[in-house]
């Protein structure tokens, strides 16, 4: 099925901080239907200010949530949060592939950041899924809509905690994992993480057919 990404002009429901640097753009939905695990482009000023995210929020969700990082030096998440409800903003989508393949597997989604945006749309259109949610993050703040991981197995990973607890990596998570051959991963955040966990998942011997990746860029 070919998926034509079309472009909305939406009001802002709310744009709401979530950490110091962390914050969810709530938008109208309109018309738009979408598949969990699908992308929007948010556009700026011009096209050199449109940036790609992928929607937090579920299929029947009436309104379309994303989440993003401020970056000072960006060049359009500076600008979005000073979106205040009722303002507009122009988006396209829906498109992408990194769609929940099959949904009766067992899945193990390695997310850094706001990575983990996907698989709350996973969790809120597949209430069942039998999955695990690996989380790394540099502090606990950013462990965004952490409680609604109840009822799933959730680790997550503080490469900067405080106190004296021990920093922790995905990575570190992923080589003590019992693995299932027939398990689907889901690796999404940044680049580097991702050729990380790959490596480390083929290493244990999971096949590439059993994984699926997005990369997030941070500008």
Same mark, same amino acid.
């Given at each position: ?5 079309? &472009?909305?002009?939406?009001? @802002?429901?709310?744009? *709401?901080?979530?950490? !110091? ?24 000023? #011009?096209?050199?200010? #449109? ?9 029947? #969700? ?6 993003? &990082? =401020? ?7 500076? *600008?979005? @949060?000073?979106? *205040?409800?009722? /303002?507009?903003? /122009?988006? !396209?989508?829906?498109? +992408?592939?990194? @769609? =929940? ?22 969790? &809120? ?10 989380? +790394? ?5 950013d462990l965004f809509y952490r409680e609604e991981f109840n009822g799933y197995?959730? @680790?997550?990973?503080? !490469? ?10 995905v990575l570190d998570v992923i080589h003590e994992l019992d693995l299932n ?16 966990a790959h490596r480390v998942l083929r290493e244990r011997n999971i096949d #590439? ?9 941070? *500008?």
């Amino acid at each position: 099925m070919v998926h034509i990404a079309k &472009r909305y002009t939406a009001r @802002v429901l709310e744009n *709401k901080q979530l950490s !110091s640097t962390g914050y969810a753009l709530i938008l109208e939905r309109g018309n738009m239907s979408f598949q969990a695990g699908r992308l929007i482009t948010l556009h700026g000023e #011009d096209i050199t200010q #449109d940036r790609s995210y992928t929607i937090a929020s579920g299929e029947q #969700d009436r309104y379309i949530e994303v989440l993003y &990082r =401020l970056i000072p030096t960006g060049q359009l998440t500076p *600008k979005l @949060v000073h979106l *205040k409800a009722g /303002d507009a903003i /122009d988006f !396209s989508g829906p498109y +992408g592939a990194f @769609v =929940l393949r099959n949904t009766q597997c067992s899945l193990v989604f390695i997310a850094t950041g706001t990575g983990m945006a996907p698989c709350r749309s996973y969790i &809120r259109t597949y209430p069942h899924l039998s999955l695990t949610l690996i989380h +790394g993050v540099s502090q606990a703040e950013d462990l965004f809509y952490r409680e609604e991981f109840n009822g799933y197995t959730y @680790v997550p990973c503080l !490469s900067q905690p405080l106190g004296s607890e021990p920093p922790s990596h995905v990575l570190d998570v992923i080589h003590e994992l019992d693995l299932n051959p027939k398990t689907h991963f889901y690796l999404c955040g940044s680049y580097e993480m991702i050729i990380d966990a790959h490596r480390v998942l083929r290493e244990r011997n999971i096949d #590439d057919s059993c994984i699926f990746t997005e990369e997030y860029y941070y *500008k």
